[in-house]
């Protein structure tokens, strides 16, 4: 048996409603908080829970998925292909259990702020920002190559720590849960940019451009359209406006499928944040209005020129005209 509850007066065996006061899963996992409550990740009504791993001493979140209810062939494929995925910014999973009395995912526990806390406490600076969602995209662009889009992506998705950065959590388990799908690598890859779009516009202005309700202010709108980013707040760098623009698609000659993928933000984001290690130049279809036109001019010409001669130059990031 996979589930099992102690007490003072020793093991009780099966429980039939939620984990009593100390609930091991397979004689190893012992939950200790829940996170979720049932029926807010998936149609199976999972929950997830904080948890610890006993045999190796380290905490340990875990999708406790509804009893009686078999697991379904494509959601575990679909956990098995994110395991296999290798990112250190990825949450890793460790173990599944599928047993029909109480299938359970375990996965790591993820410290640190979710974006919505984050964004709530005050905002990042621009920099920062502009760092933390080109390594998001990063991670992104390693999880498509490997063929598990995330498609799921939400502001508690993107966790914060000082200590140890980012971290993504939910690749593979939330999709396969919530029964999210992309018909083709094209549009999972436009799913997630958009949603790390999003969430750059939430970093860099503490508003939400999406519809899905979140605990952040929704961003200002007119006419339908979303603001962008320096119509909401000052001081937002004129590179990181277009490129949020681009991300969302909120200006004409956006880029096209084939061009908005998580390596592209990546690319963009990085040469913002390097700008002498190389100029942007991504493959844009005709028309497209891209970084590089942004930042045309002699200013522009003087630092390519620094840069040729060795000069290391700033970040562009720490001039809110540019």
């Known amino acids: 048996m996979t589930v099992a509850v102690e007490n003072a007066a020793g093991r009780a065996g099966v429980p039939s409603g939620a984990p009593g006061p100390t609930t091991w899963l397979g004689g190893r996992f012992r939950l200790a908080e829940r996170v979720t409550t049932a029926g807010a990740l998936s149609a199976w009504q999972g929950s997830l829970w904080r948890a610890t791993d006993a045999l190796l001493c380290r905490p340990v979140a875990v999708h406790l998925l509804s009893r009686g209810v078999r697991v379904p062939a494509h959601v575990t494929a679909a956990v098995q292909a994110a395991a296999r995925v290798n990112d250190p910014r990825l949450a890793t999973i460790y173990d599944t259990d599928y047993d029909i009395e109480g299938p359970y995912i375990v996965s790591e ?16 600076s621009p920099a920062l920002a502009a760092a933390m969602i080109a390594d998001a995209a990063d991670a992104l662009a390693v999880a498509h190559r490997a063929g598990r889009p995330h498609l799921c992506l939400s502001p508690r998705s993107l966790r914060w720590d000082t200590g140890s950065g980012l971290k993504i959590t939910g690749l593979g388990i939330e999709a396969a849960l919530s029964g999210a799908h992309a018909g083709d690598p094209a549009a999972a890859a436009v799913t997630d940019t958009i949603a790390l779009g999003r969430m750059l516009y939430a970093l860099l202005t503490g ?13 200002p709108r007119h006419k339908g359209q979303v603001y ?3 119509q909401v707040r000052a001081g937002v760098p004129g590179v990181l406006d277009t490129i949020t623009r681009q991300a969302l698609q909120l200006q004409p000659g956006a880029p096209s499928a084939a061009v908005l993928t ?6 963009a984001l990085r040469s913002v944040l390097r700008p002498s290690s190389s100029s942007f130049d991504p493959a844009e279809p005709a028309g497209w209005t891209t970084v590089r036109a942004q930042s045309t001019g002699p200013r522009r010409q003087a630092r390519h020129a620094r840069s040729r001669a060795g000069v290391r130059h700033r970040t562009t990031l720490l001039d809110p005209a540019a």
């Open 109 to 124: 526990w993820t410290p640190g702020t979710h974006l919505e806390d984050l964004v709530l406490s005050g905002l990042p």
């Open 228 to 230: 962008t980013p320096r």
């Open 262 to 267: 998580p390596a592209w933000l990546a690319t």
């Open 207 to 219: 508003c939400w451009p999406g519809d899905e309700p979140t605990a952040l202010p929704a961003a």
